[in-house]
């Protein structure tokens, strides 16, 4: 964990958080449209 200085650096924290929060979310999206488009190129 982050030790917290003053509520600049908490501020700092969430914003990287919410940024990291983000990436996941896009990074899952990403991987199922990748094995959705494997699964279909696989059939076929």
Do not use: N, P
């Amino acid at each position: 964990m982050f030790m917290v200085e003053d509520k600049k650096d908490f501020r700092k924290v969430r914003e990287m958080e919410k940024t990291c929060s983000i990436i996941k979310q896009c990074d899952a999206t990403v991987k199922e449209w990748f094995y959705k488009k494997d699964l279909t190129t696989s059939c076929s």
